[in-house]
């Protein structure tokens, strides 16, 4: 019998800045394993009956395919999930941790009770992100200026001087919001770009020099420090399709 793949599914959700994704795991045979790459982004994931927060990468993830299981989940944009949390990002960073090692125990409860009834979890998710942000309001605008600066390639210091911050100021703010200052973040969207270019068809020179590294050695180097693999491992591993097989669940869940 032939395997059957693992589905997973995204949609831009009604909360900006925000996607909700789905993944259905088969059962039967044993999934290979995949890398989660670091992309700032922050995940809340519904999964065998638990709340997961998915923290900030400056590595890559490798999930265990032995511990996954079907999942639905909502992945922030940098900067919106800790508002959101109250959390701040750098306490995350690098870590799976339980909603419930963050909030109080009736809190979640509450939340996983709903989702438990939910015939569609994903919706529910969408649904208590949208009503928790209306608590919240929306991150600070200096936060979103930074990360649109840097999502669009601008040097460190170009941002800074745009929303009119100094260096330590700029520091202190990006590990609050994105959980590591923001020359890593930099380098991590940068990182993105290239690799949703060379999706689109362009030789990875020509991916590298358009995403803003200096040529593709640079991208070389920051694919093995990063992501911990090469370009031609990753797209022969199925890299080519963007996201579709890298949600953001490690096979554990750690407090930070």
């Not at 400056?58 to 989940?73: I, L």
């Not at 362009?202 to 991916?207: E, H, K, N, S, W």
């Not at 590298?208 to 990753?234: F, I, N, P, S, V």
Request: aromatic share 4%; hydrophobic share 40%.
């Amino acid at each position: 019998m032939p395997r059957r793949h693992q589905r997973y599914q995204e949609r831009p959700s009604r909360l900006d800045g925000a996607v909700v994704w789905t993944l259905d795991v088969p059962q039967g045979p044993e999934q290979p394993a995949r890398s989660v790459l670091p992309d700032g982004c922050m995940d809340l994931i519904w999964t065998a009956g638990r709340l997961v927060v998915a923290g900030p990468d400056t590595h890559a993830f490798e999930v265990d395919p032995r511990n996954r299981g079907s999942c639905a989940a909502i992945r922030f944009a940098p900067g919106i999930a800790p508002v959101l949390l109250g959390v701040p990002a750098h306490e995350l960073r690098d870590h799976r941790v339980e909603l419930t090692a963050l909030w109080p125990r009736g809190a979640v409860a509450a939340l996983t009770g709903r989702l438990a009834r939910s015939a569609d979890s994903a919706a529910t998710l969408e649904e208590f992100a949208l009503a928790r942000s209306a608590d919240t309001g929306p991150p600070d605008p200096l936060t979103a200026a930074i990360a649109e600066g840097l999502r669009r390639g601008r040097s460190v210091a170009s941002t800074a001087a745009e929303v009119g911050l100094g260096a330590r100021q700029l520091h202190r703010r990006s590990l609050a919001a994105f959980g590591y200052g923001p020359k890593t973040l930099a380098r991590i969207l940068r990182l993105q770009r290239a690799l949703a270019l060379v999706r689109t068809g362009l030789p990875y020179a020509d991916a590298a020099c358009a995403a803003g590294c200096t040529d593709q050695a640079h991208l070389a180097r920051e694919m093995r420090d990063l992501a911990g693999t090469t370009l031609g491992a990753y797209f022969a591993a199925g890299g080519a399709e963007a996201n579709s097989d890298t949600p953001h669940l490690s096979g554990s869940s750690t407090t930070a």
